[in-house]
């Protein structure tokens, strides 16, 4: 499709001012932040951008192609848009914006348990081209009705989470009201009232909330009975116990994320798991954690032959795909990159960040002379 870009927005950072400017403060600062200190948000960005590539000049060059093929499925570029929760709360029908841009760009979009909108809505938007990521249900029953509506949306891929065995622990959503239970400050209130466009797309699209959840939580909850559902309904902790049912359950590809460890590779390997994302939840949960680029180059150097190795956390632009995938990635995911588009953009964030994102991949693989994203790892230093 046509590559269409706004040029007042030429990069990543400049989506982010945007966004910064047009929507409320707590809703921005639970987009962009980390967790405790923000060490890893931030290690993850700036090791990632340690990594350096090797340009050849003086050799033929017979074209670059960012055609990615992955579970058999090919896709027109090696990256996706990652799970990310309450997408509605950054901004209203994001969820939708962003699954409708994947699908016209044919790569692949993962809808979390906890965002917006439901699987049933992505997957008639997508054409059953979506992956859904499952946060672990505390009872058997709700877990298997959400694999069935996955299974029935015909989603390919099924990505289970296992880095969130506790929620993390972030100063400013705890500031801002956006902990659990979630709470509405005086201060949350005028920030709205200073963000017009943000709540007046509020009002015409809703209040968000937990769109997959629906079917399953009592009417009329308020705050604090939501939080108390919330914590109730998800136990985070994987074992052997928990994912096997799941894999002898899922006939699709089963996908693990939230892998740094070669522990924890190794067992998903041996329960038959098909694909793991290296990550850390983009620096949410263990502020002092490793940053994802580097658990990438050590499971990828032992495990790569084994299973599919993909990472996200601390991509953000074109050359950080690149450099992921010269370390060994298979695919990449981003999380806030998309979100900043859809909330400095709206409805047509989605499409600009898309062409932004692939533009940036062309123009490094014809720098580098990379013809083929299997190739990034030749031009590695």
Request: charged share 25%.
């Amino acid at each position: 499709m046509a590559i269409k870009i706004d040029s007042r927005y030429p990069s990543i950072d400049d989506l982010r001012n945007k966004a910064q400017k047009k929507i409320p403060k707590f809703a921005f600062e639970y987009l962009d932040g980390g967790c405790n200190e923000d060490v890893n948000l931030h290690r993850n960005t700036s090791e990632l951008r340690d990594v350096q590539l090797k340009p050849n000049y003086l050799r033929d060059h017979n074209g670059s192609s960012m055609k990615t093929k992955l579970f058999g499925i090919e896709y027109d570029a090696p990256f996706g848009v990652a799970p990310v929760g309450l997408q509605g709360l950054m901004w209203p029908n994001a969820t939708e914006i962003l699954a409708k841009a994947a699908f016209e760009h044919n790569v692949p979009f993962v809808l979390s348990t906890v965002t917006t909108s439901n699987i049933e809505r992505i997957s008639e938007i997508t054409e059953g081209k979506s992956w859904f990521q499952l946060y672990h249900p505390a009872k058997d029953e709700l877990r298997d009705d959400l694999i069935k509506r996955a299974a029935a949306a015909e989603c390919p891929v099924l990505v289970i989470l296992c880095d969130v065995p506790t929620f993390g622990f972030r100063p400013r959503d705890v500031r801002n009201g956006l902990a659990m239970p979630p709470k509405m400050s005086v201060a949350n209130i005028l920030q709205v009232m200073g963000k017009p466009e943000w709540a007046l797309q509020t009002l015409i699209h809703g209040q968000p909330g937990f769109a997959n959840l629906l079917p399953y939580m009592p009417k009329g909850l308020d705050l604090k009975q939501l939080g108390k559902f919330m914590n109730d309904t998800f136990s985070g902790r994987l074992n052997e116990a928990k994912i096997k049912p799941i894999r002898d359950m899922w006939k699709g590809k089963l996908v693990l994320k939230g892998v740094a460890s070669e522990e924890d590779i190794e067992e998903a390997i041996r329960l038959g798991i098909d694909g793991i994302i290296v990550s850390n939840h983009g620096g949410r949960q263990l502020d002092a954690g490793e940053s994802s680029i580097n658990s990438l180059k050590r499971l990828v150097a032992k495990y790569g032959d084994q299973i599919e190795i993909m990472m996200d956390s601390g991509v953000r632009s074109g050359p950080d795909v690149a450099r992921a995938m010269a370390c060994g990635a298979k695919f990449t995911f981003m999380g806030r990159s998309f979100m900043y588009g859809v909330a400095a953009l709206g409805k047509k964030g989605g499409d600009h960040t898309m062409s932004l994102l692939k533009t940036e991949l062309q123009q490094v693989m014809e720098q580098l002379n990379c013809e083929t994203v299997e190739d990034f790892k030749n031009h590695l230093i």
